[in-house]
């Protein structure tokens, strides 16, 4: 429950002082914050109430959220830098320009590479001078770290952090429903029994 709160309050955070304002990103946060949130409320109300059948989804739902979760840590421990940086080029071609202006902005970089900097950021209705973004000389020979090396130099260390907080939670995810299973037919102090088939 504290990390459905954690994820509500920093989407909140994020979109109110301005480091995230593409919709999409700000609602995926909160959709996920919302998403534990009830998941952790169902646990809560099910053990509370010795309730076998919200118990029995809340168990469910656990282990699903432990696979998809060390699958997707697995997935970011093993990629490669190369891998990384085609996955990353390829979600910049795809995501909408909000979302770029917002991550030019972060990183103080404009295009992703000379190519994509000349083919739309220079004569945009949105320019990177005008937001107070250092763009590259006329000169292409000159040194200038756009999006693309920005983005080389900490990747590698984000993704494997992600990866390896991932796999953490998703043990911790295990945890709770080897608990769940442990102690779901505990006898209710207030009632007969508890016990889902005697």
Avoid at 70 to 83: D, E, R
Avoid at 90 to 97: F, G, R, S
Avoid at 105 to 122: I, M, V
Wanted: glycine share 6%; net charge negative.
């Amino acid at each position: 429950m504290i990390i459905s709160i954690v994820l509500m309050s920093l989407a909140g955070y994020a979109n109110h002082v301005g480091i995230i304002t593409a919709p999409p990103v700000v609602g995926g946060i909160l959709a996920v914050g919302i998403f534990l949130f009830l998941v952790s409320f169902l646990g809560i109300f099910a053990t509370v109430k010795h309730h076998q059948v919200g118990l029995f989804f809340y168990v469910v739902i656990l282990f699903i959220l432990f696979i998809v979760e060390f699958s997707v840590s697995i997935a970011c421990l093993a990629l490669s830098h190369t891998q990384q940086l085609s996955v990353i080029e390829k979600a910049w071609n795809t995501v909408p320009d909000t979302m770029k202006q917002d991550a030019m902005k972060q990183l103080d970089c404009c295009g992703f590479d000379r190519s994509d900097y000349e083919a739309k950021w220079t004569d945009e209705p949105w320019k990177c001078v005008d937001h107070g973004i250092s763009v590259p000389d006329s000169d292409p020979t000159k040194d200038y770290a756009f999006c693309k090396d920005v983005i080389n130099d900490r990747t590698d260390a984000a993704v494997d952090n992600a990866g390896f907080v991932a796999l953490i939670f998703s043990f911790t995810e295990m945890f709770g429903v080897w608990l769940a299973i442990r102690f779901r037919n505990q006898r209710n102090p207030a009632g007969p029994s508890a016990r889902a088939f005697e």
